[in-house]
């Protein structure tokens, strides 16, 4: 499935894929201000604690004693449930076999409606979560739903219950940009600053960088937030799958930095690193040198194709002349800048 984690990119969200440990890619979970990619690669009851099998919201307990039970969303005939990496399959074999064929079906049903159709999404991950609730890949999966849809706090209580299931700490960016999305930046920042966040493997812990650094940028604080992302791995990054992805964000946070001639030369980096299409670095390159975009697919408002009015832009116009060709002030994009601490909320 694919998951999302808010990024501050406007290249759209891409993160983790909810069909591995079935976890949702980088849609768009968090603020609806732009896409972002300062998130790692998206409720209504105490988000304290994960919810018990009794809590009347436990997906345990959707329908349960609660009049007739939700219908069971159709699964499209070609979706097998196979799609699945084999460590979450390794997590549905403690299901009956016809049960985790369900849930399997379920799971990838709900990542390949999740950009279309969020709330389709959410009910086939609530009907997974409501057939094997105690499966971490599962709350995991739902939890990654909610992220996406930018319910935060129900996402912080499916990564706890993952959490606590499965044991693993690899959740963390997400639970940390959760607290951040619920405007607990103090929070957020403890949690980065917790001793199971130094044990995160790297790829993990990248991505926790740069969540750091976006809530930096959420402070005001966009010289201490440059230095959080100045770790060696930016200096040895080439192909990793992080790579692009950091280099984007270390450009973003030169650039909020006033830094623009270093930071198109790490855009640049980041576009030749992205092979798989994770951030907007080329459209960004063509903004710093000048170039205006224009999509020859809308219409104008009085219904006339855009096309036909192409030749009354000046496609060479400057960022700064050019907020009616729909290009402002790009500054806000993102800012990202560490202290000696950045994981300090101070």
Sequence with gaps: MGTGRRDDARGGTRGRDLNSRGRGSRQEPGRQDRDRQDRPRSGPTNPQRAPRSWDRTSPRNEGRDRGPRAIEPEVPEDITGHELDRDVWTQLRTLSKDNADGVAKHLVASASVLDEDPDLALSHALHAAGRAGRVPAVREALGLVYYRRGEFADALREFRTARRLSGSDHLLPYMVDAERGLGRHERALDLAASP??????????????????????????????????????LQRASTQPWAARLFYAYADALLAAGRQAEAKKWFEKAAAADHEGETDADERLDELEGFVLVDLEAESEDGSDASNEVEDLDVTASPEDSDEAGVGDRAESAAYDALTNPFSND
Aim: aromatic content about 0%.
């Design 196 to 233: 199971a966040a130094r044990k995160l493997a790297e790829a993990d812990n990248i991505e926790l960088l740069i969540v750091v650094s976006g809530i930096r940028r959420d402070l005001d604080q966009p010289g201490a937030a440059v230095a959080v992302l100045n770790v060696p791995a």
